[in-house]
């Protein structure tokens, strides 16, 4: 009796602890939603009854050319309000000179809405040109293009094209750095640890890379509100976050397995160096779409041979896999190489700067990811990793010969 008695005392008194975890948890949720409730009214108040706050200082406008366009008979101007107040265009000259121009839908553009100037004109083919777009307080804002060349439309000439010129530069030096696999199996524990400290040199050259390439695409096409380097550093932050998620939940996977972690940390790499070939190809699309034919032979040409130590890198984790993995080189040969191919297309066809510069910071994220397990594994394998005299002297040889490279580009 005294037992069930106790049992009984110990259901109710069960039953009242969750019967106060409910009220506590609304509690809980109650004292997070107060702040903003009065986040809310504050913002309510500075844009109602407080708005003549806002009006103190004279807002300027701002209106950013983003793409300029060479069709027959035409120039197609592509232009966005990226001040704070609204605008209207009036005007639109060629090198200096006023011209009659169409523009669709309106003239009238709200914050960030956008606009196609169409300008009547008789361009010629590799020719500089000056384009100017006047608002209505007189305000004027120019693009200078340094040679003419027709868009690009898209035919399965060039499609083909531009899949050829991403075989060449992302897939072929790829493969071919791919075939260092047998001499590094053949390698001692310290010169194959050294080998994979090269590759984080390598990736860590492309990471410093990428970003350079963000920042200088934000800085020369982004107007300043979007505000270029804290958006190329929150991409990157964000890319790193989802992407280390990603490989540590497959890595816990296959941890048991000492033979299948070296292949999942290769399959990792070349995901990251998909994304990074992936804003290769966009530069190339684009400086082809542009007709700047010989910053693009440069680039073809750079990446063509600085690739080739990508190969490298997806290959020395894989020295430890003892069976054929010859299938699992051409897949991760294909995931590192064949992004070059759809971004020479995109950059090609529907060149973006915006996308451009989100698609490369996405690239330096992931790639600083690749870096991360690296180094976790070879601490792994050696304790004393980073006073290690073949992993500090690969990672610096990784790094000279990413920039000698490079100088090709």
């Avoid at 030096?173 to 390698?187: A, D, E, N, Q």
């Avoid at 490369?360 to 994220?365: E, F, Q, T």
């Amino acid at each position: 009796m005294t037992q069930i008695l106790s049992k009984k005392h110990q259901q109710e008194t069960q039953t009242n602890m969750e019967l106060d975890k409910k009220p506590s948890r609304a509690k809980t949720l109650a004292s997070g939603l107060v702040p903003f409730v009065f986040v809310i009214i504050l913002m309510i108040y500075i844009f109602g009854p407080g708005s003549e706050l806002l009006d103190f200082g004279v807002p300027l406008p701002e209106v950013t050319i983003e793409m300029v366009d060479f069709v027959d008979s035409e120039i197609h101007t592509t232009v966005r309000n990226t001040g704070s107040i609204p605008v209207e265009i009036v005007m639109a000259d060629v090198n200096d000179r006023i011209q009659p121009a169409a523009v669709e839908p309106d003239r009238f553009l709200e914050r960030y809405e956008t606009a196609l100037v169409r300008i009547p004109f008789e361009w010629n083919e590799a020719e500089p040109y000056r384009i100017g777009i006047t608002i209505e307080d007189g305000t004027r804002f120019e693009k200078e293009i340094e040679a003419a060349a027709p868009r690009l439309e898209p035919s399965l000439e060039l499609i083909g094209f531009f899949a050829i010129i991403g075989t060449y530069v992302g897939i072929i030096p790829v493969m071919i750095g791919l075939m260092w696999l047998p001499f590094i199996r053949r390698l001692s524990k310290n010169k194959y640890h050294f080998f994979m400290a090269l590759t984080v040199g390598l990736l860590l050259f492309l990471g410093i890379d990428s970003i350079e390439e963000a920042l200088e695409a934000s800085t020369e096409n982004l107007a300043s509100s979007f505000n270029g380097v804290l958006l190329v550093a929150t991409v990157t932050i964000l890319s790193f976050l989802g992407l280390y998620y990603s490989s540590e939940k497959l890595i816990q996977r296959v941890k048991d397995s000492p033979y299948a972690k070296p292949v999942a940390i290769a399959l990792m790499i070349s995901i990251g160096i998909g994304l990074h070939n992936f804003g290769e190809g966009l530069a190339i699309g684009a400086a082809i779409g542009l007709g700047q034919v010989a910053l693009s032979t440069f680039l073809i040409v750079g990446f063509a041979l600085h690739n080739t130590t990508e190969g490298l890198a997806i290959a020395s984790p894989l020295a430890k896999e003892k069976k054929s993995v010859i299938g699992k080189l051409a897949a991760m040969g294909m995931i590192a190489g064949a992004p070059a191919i759809l971004g020479a297309w995109l950059g090609g066809f529907m060149y973006s700067p915006f996308s451009a510069v989100i698609f490369l910071s996405i690239g330096a994220g992931a790639i600083f990811q690749v870096i991360i397990v690296i180094m976790k594994w070879l601490r792994e394998e050696n304790k004393n990793s980073f006073s290690s005299a073949s992993i500090v002297s690969g990672i610096a040889a990784g790094m000279l010969v990413m920039y000698l490279t490079s100088i090709f580009v």
